[in-house]
């Protein structure tokens, strides 16, 4: 059966059908979505774990003539393919790059192009005068378009046309915890007063002032809103605490490429129940540009780690109080410092409070 399901906690997903010993084939991951194989006698168990998925493909084709080919000539094919396309393959276009396009969408400029026979994959007959005159066409908010065509690629250079409208400003929000105790407003509406406590997020100036008649009129927040601020930074330490290890065992997938063009790959019999991975790319040939993506996965296993509070308790309270250094702003003035531990639960909390003089935004 293969399977590629979408969502969250795929990691824990993944440790509970390897506990389940269900043994899984081809397995690519990609953000959140999971692809794998397993055997059809393991389906039910599966279905009992991916019901919180969204299961985008669920199927028992067989690839066995896809693997057989990939194991034995794919190398082969792929220079093969590689000396025939190179011979016609520079009358084809096979990149177009667009700059400057700021409020137009390059995909609704890429689709006129289409439209008018400049694509990729088409031949390169349109010349650059032909181009730039499609694109003033198709479009009234540009004011100026150049093309170049180099090689298999076209790139294409776009000034648009100024265009005036009304702009809405965002609110200064409070950055830190603080006591308002000074304000200096040039534009804006004040939102707190002194003597105001602001938690983080807070809105301090709204972006608009009010007329006689009590109309808002919008305009870009100018002040600044200082007092007394407050920095903490709290770390937690489990008492035991379970990690993900590098066992040491590796496999590798391998994605070939001709002028960027996916082909085919070549995967691992079976994958890791449970893994991390890393990607770098390899030339293959230097006569035509022929390369391959190459994904390395680790294998990791759980590993559980005993934390002993008395002899760590003194790096945590220096790690907390260095994250709660980085947290304060260069102009801000420190005038305290407070770091408090605490054991609940059999998990070791370490927080530092810094007291500074500064903005509060």
């Not at 276009?93 to 890429?110: M, T």
């Not at 929000?173 to 007063?193: D, H, M, Q």
């Not at 991390?276 to 296993?301: A, C």
């Not at 605490?342 to 003089?357: K, N, P």
Request: hydrophobic share 40%; charged share 25%.
């Amino acid at each position: 059966m293969r399977y590629r399901i979408t969502g969250y906690n795929i990691d824990n997903f993944l440790k509970i059908l390897y506990q389940k010993k269900v043994v899984l084939f081809n397995v690519n991951r990609e953000g959140n979505t999971l692809t794998f194989e397993a055997k059809d006698s393991d389906d039910k168990k599966i279905n009992r774990y991916i019901k919180n998925f969204k299961i985008d493909e669920k199927s028992n084709k067989k690839i066995r003539l896809k693997r057989f080919f990939v194991a034995n000539i794919s190398v082969i094919l792929a220079v093969f393919l590689g000396s025939i396309f190179s011979i016609f393959a520079s009358n084809y276009i096979w990149q177009i790059k667009i700059y400057g396009a700021e409020n137009l969408n390059k995909s609704d400029i890429i689709s006129v192009l289409k439209e008018n026979g400049v694509s990729v994959g088409k031949l390169n007959t349109k010349t650059r005068d032909e181009i730039t005159k499609i694109l003033m066409n198709s479009y009234d908010r540009i004011a100026q378009a150049s093309v170049i065509k180099k090689g298999t690629a076209i790139f294409i250079n776009i000034s648009e046309k100024l265009v005036y409208e009304d702009t809405e400003f965002a609110p200064i929000t409070a950055k830190y915890a603080g006591i308002v105790e000074n304000i200096n407003l040039s534009t804006g509406t004040l939102n707190v007063k002194v003597g105001d406590f602001v938690n983080v997020g807070d809105v301090l100036v709204l972006p608009f002032n009010i007329n006689q008649n009590g109309d808002k009129i919008s305009v870009e927040p100018k002040a600044e809103v200082c007092g007394k601020v407050f920095v903490t930074k709290t770390i937690a330490v489990p008492k035991i605490e379970k990690k993900l290890v590098r066992t040491g065992k590796t496999k590798k997938y391998y994605k070939y490429k001709l002028w960027n063009f996916d082909l085919f790959s070549g995967k691992s019999k079976k994958m890791f129940a449970i893994f991390e991975y890393e990607l770098y790319n390899e030339n293959i040939s230097d006569l035509v540009p022929f390369n391959r993506d190459v994904i390395v996965y680790h294998e990791l296993k759980e590993v559980e780690v005993v934390h002993d509070f008395d002899a760590e308790k003194q790096r945590v309270l220096e790690q907390s109080k260095q994250k709660a250094y980085g947290l304060v702003s260069s102009g801000q003035k420190i005038l305290d410092l407070n770091q408090i531990v605490d054991i609940i639960q059999d998990t070791l909390y370490v927080t530092t409070m810094i007291t500074c003089q500064g903005a509060i935004h």
